[in-house]
């Protein structure tokens, strides 16, 4: 590797003889001999190993600091224009943001794939390893913060001015390894390896106080005012990581906080002397963002998750504030016009009491105006109809960590209710269910009745969703505030899902319809004309079988077992939960199981059976499912009666990277939740796009899926919603399914002696004890109904011709699901926020 070195910038001119083009092209030059020149470059003066020691690892980070050299002045450019120009701005606050593997990303967004990968060969280098070398940050636990990704890249794509805030956890979602069938969690230090994408800003920095009291104090004008004297301080430093829109010039920016020691705070240690207390304030303050709590754990309730929830609000409002007071010197009587604030869940609904402190307290404004604003500026959207996932804060708790918050929500709950006693009079009922303070058991601080009161608008994440939201856990809000509640559709991007995952699938796409449907979903439509056409289902089939080849290595390489890519494909990958029902799909396997052992000449057409998820790590049943997946599936892949016809796989540690691999293999996608309480799910998005099937129940967004997909295109079972209300209001008895179905009593007995356990009666008793007892999410009820379906799908999928066909089908008709229809609704329903075109001149 020779290069010539421009003596005055340091930057290459020449690479092994070829010109790069001009000085300065080494960071910005798209071409692959410019990307190449800069790789050198990179490996030289920012990764400064010699040629000898070069590993694909050091080319991975090389390459990664070139491609965000590429994002630099765009990204320079967006910023400065929503300085500079008068756009709204939306700010999605979010605790996760699961954003996977940011390189290909890129590469894809900037145009810049062929060119990387010619410029890795020139390197002697092979761009897919390369790729292979990032890890992913797992800065969340699933759904809730892989939307808030989708949602970034829909915004940039879309040319929205926006700021993505949340957390920098220094450690991720645990990583999950699986050890004689049980989960084990080990800690994701994802930076350890340093991370080539993000700026860390040290100058951007924001105090956090926490714990202490308030006092009065009359102010210079002779005003009545409240101050807070906090017991402990600390701060938020920033760290920006640019998101690049695909095919356009807007470059989007993600803060996450991480929190340190305030410096005085230990220089005071140190001038006394006390040199260990100073070191001992700084660890204390960095286990602030230190961690990612894992949802549905039983001790997620702590004052520490609070700590986490108010830290990165404040920081990100005061940011807020603070480029707003920058921004041509904006009165806040501008607030709503130039900002629109969307709340992700409850979590960061401290916000609404926050931005009311910092309007009275620090901005000296009065409260009607201060609400006024606050409520003007937020959004709200609800993820969950669970009653046990409502978060609620017990008030001890909130009141010795945040004492001035709990004074401002005391005042907007004795305004709010007031307000609903004039609308509501002699209702105290009513009052006692909608107001902030709760009351049942000990008292406590209801964060989505704040969440609220404090937006002007209020969304579900899928129309049935939206629905019961206003039928159940906020229906008093409802009958208050008709007008604040609506329903946006989650998405999906297209670009990480389709485009990067299924390389395969987006040349037939380019070959057939065009590139359009890389910004505008809806043309896969296009393919309707297609499914006709014999040739274009062999290629359709070809792209499918290759994907599951692509797996099968990979399932390979992770656990052992061989899979055949000609067997059907059955898919549930997603957090292990009851109501998702993992153990449902387990009973179908049980069930086929049961029949081949007992009838010797019977055939099924084969299937793989592929689960992945990782169970919060003190939650007991979802890690006793994990048990029962693996031992069920120990049990079949070794009996030679039963492993002709399937294969059952748990893939450890799925994540955004192998999820890369899982859809784009997948021929049935399984979305089997108890009808009601899955409030959208988003993998049903990614699976329909890539041409999976759904088996599915009446619930989340399956109702839309198949609403698009045409009802003959889905495989529908369960019951409904409004059924499950009744049955169990009707007192449901799960002995009553088993008496009446000699199959399903069979297949329990299975389990329950201990047929996948090497006889042991006992590991697996909880899961029976629970069918047979509990079964909150009325497994057993939908088991008939589920088996006679599956039964149905297997009789379709003999017929190749006809299942090539609906899987065209449910790709061509999944526009809907892009992330860039919903985050359109968003930004004209709610957020009121308009395209910025960048220019780079
Ligand atoms: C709360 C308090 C303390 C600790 C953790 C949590 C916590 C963290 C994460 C609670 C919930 C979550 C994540 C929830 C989530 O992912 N919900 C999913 O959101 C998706 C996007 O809208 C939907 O598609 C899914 O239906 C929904 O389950």
Redesign the pocket.
């Known amino acids: 590797m020779t290069d010539v070195v421009n003596t005055i910038s340091g930057e290459s001119t020449e690479h092994n003889g070829k010109p790069v083009g001009p000085t300065g092209q080494t960071r910005s030059g798209m071409t692959a001999d410019a990307l190449r020149a800069a790789v050198s470059d990179h490996l030289l003066y920012s990764i400064a190993r010699p040629p000898a020691v070069l590993t694909p690892e050091h080319y991975y980070r090389a390459l990664s600091l070139a491609v965000r050299d590429r994002m630099q002045k765009r990204w320079m450019a967006t910023t400065q224009d929503f300085l500079d120009l008068s756009s709204k701005v939306t700010c999605y606050l979010s605790?996760?943001f699961l954003m996977g593997p940011q390189l290909g990303n890129n590469l894809l967004n900037l145009g810049i794939e062929a060119e990387a990968r010619q410029a890795m060969a020139d390197l002697g280098q092979d761009l897919d390893v390369i790729l292979d070398c990032e890890g992913e940050p797992g800065l969340g636990?699933?759904?809730?913060?892989r939307?808030a990704a989708c949602y970034l890249d829909s915004l940039a794509t879309l040319e929205r001015p926006a700021i993505g805030y949340g957390i920098r956890y220094e450690f991720g979602i645990f990583k999950q390894e699986i050890q004689d069938g049980w989960q084990v969690e080990k800690t994701d230090n994802w930076l350890v390896r340093g991370n080539p994408w993000e700026i860390d800003k040290p100058d951007a920095a924001y105090t956090v106080n926490w714990g202490g009291h308030t006092e009065t104090y009359e102010d210079v004008t002779g005003k009545f005012r409240v101050r807070w004297l906090p017991q402990r301080v600390l701060k938020g430093v920033s760290y920006d990581t640019p998101v690049q829109g695909y095919g356009v010039n807007t470059c989007n920016t993600l803060t996450l906080w991480s929190a340190r020691a305030v410096e005085s705070f230990a220089l005071d240690a140190f001038n006394t002397g006390d040199f260990y207390k100073a070191v001992d304030e700084e660890v204390v303050s960095e286990t602030v963002s230190k961690v990612l709590?894992?949802?549905d754990?039983p001790e997620?309730?702590k004052r520490l998750?609070l700590l986490q929830q108010y830290f990165f609000v404040t920081c990100s409002l005061q940011d807020i504030l603070n480029i707003h007071l920058l921004r041509a010197h904006l009165p806040l009587s501008a607030l709503p016009d130039k900002w629109a604030i969307q709340l992700n869940?409850t979590?960061p609904s401290i916000a609404v009491a926050e931005l009311m402190r910092l309007l009275i307290d620090e901005h000296q404004l009065g409260w009607d105006e201060a609400w006024d604003l606050t409520v003007r500026t937020f959004g709200y959207t609800n993820?969950?109809l669970l009653p046990e996932?409502l978060?609620t804060w017990p008030l001890r708790i909130f009141g010795e960590a945040l004492p001035r918050h709990l004074e401002l929500i005391y005042e907007i709950n004795d305004r709010f209710l007031a307000e609903v006693r004039a609308k509501f009079p002699d209702d105290e009922d009513r009052i006692r269910r909608m107001s902030l303070i709760g009351e049942d058991g000990g008292k406590t601080v209801r964060m989505a009745h704040l969440a609220t009161v404090g937006s002007h608008a209020v969304n579900g994440?899928a129309a049935l969703h939206s629905e019961l939201l206003k039928a159940s856990v906020l229906k008093d809000f409802y009958g208050m505030w008709p007008e604040r509640f609506g329903n946006v559709t989650?998405g999906v991007t297209p670009r990480r899902f389709l485009a990067l995952s299924n390389p395969g699938l987006r040349e037939l796409l380019d070959d057939t319809i065009g590139t359009g449907w890389m910004t505008d979903l809806e043309r896969l439509h296009g393919l309707e004309a297609f499914v006709d056409d014999p040739a274009f289902r062999q290629r359709w089939r070809d792209v499918k079988r290759a994907n599951k080849s692509r797996l099968a290595e990979y399932v390979h390489t992770a656990t052992g077992i061989e899979l055949d890519p000609t067997w059907m494909f059955d898919v549930q990958v997603k957090r292990i939960h009851e109501y998702k029902r993992q153990h449902l799909m387990v009973l179908h396997i049980i069930t086929l199981y049961h029949r081949l052992k007992n009838d010797p000449t019977l055939t099924i057409p084969p299937r793989v059976f592929i689960f992945g998820g990782k169970a919060a790590p003190g939650y007991f049943m979802a890690k006793r499912i994990i048990k029962l997946i693996n031992a069920v599936g120990e049990t079949v892949n070794a009996d030679p009666q039963v492993n002709r016809f399937m294969r059952v796989v748990f893939l450890p540690n799925f994540n955004v990277k192998n999820a890369h691999l899982v859809y784009p293999a997948a021929n049935l996608s399984e979305q089997i939740s108890t009808a009601g309480k899955?409030?959208?799910?988003?993998g049903n998005m990614k699976f329909m796009i890539n041409g999976a099937l759904t088996i599915g129940t009446l619930d989340?967004a399956n109702v839309e899926i198949r609403q698009e997909a045409g009802a003959e295109n889905f495989f529908l079972f369960g019951l409904t919603e409004g059924q499950v209300e009744k049955v169990k209001a009707e007192g449901y008895r799960p002995v009553d399914y088993i008496d009446a179905d000699p199959e399903l009593a069979a297949v329990l007995e299975l389990i329950a002696r201990g047929d996948f356990t090497h006889g042991d009666t006992e590991v697996l008793r909880p899961i029976v004890d629970n069918f047979v007892h509990h079964d909150s999410f009325l497994a057993l009820a939908d088991y008939r109904s589920y088996i006679n379906c599956q039964d149905e799908v297997s009789k379709v999928w003999l017929d190749g011709e006809a299942w090539t066909r609906m899987s065209i089908r449910n790709t061509a008709r999944s526009g809907k699901f892009s992330s860039d229809r919903a985050i359109a609704e968003y930004c004209d329903e709610i957020w009121g926020v308009g395209p910025m075109s960048v220019d780079l001149d």
């Open positions: 605790a996760e636990n699933g759904g809730l913060g939307l709590y894992p949802n754990e997620a309730g998750r869940d979590h993820h969950t996932a978060e994440v989650n899955e409030a959208s799910g988003t989340g």
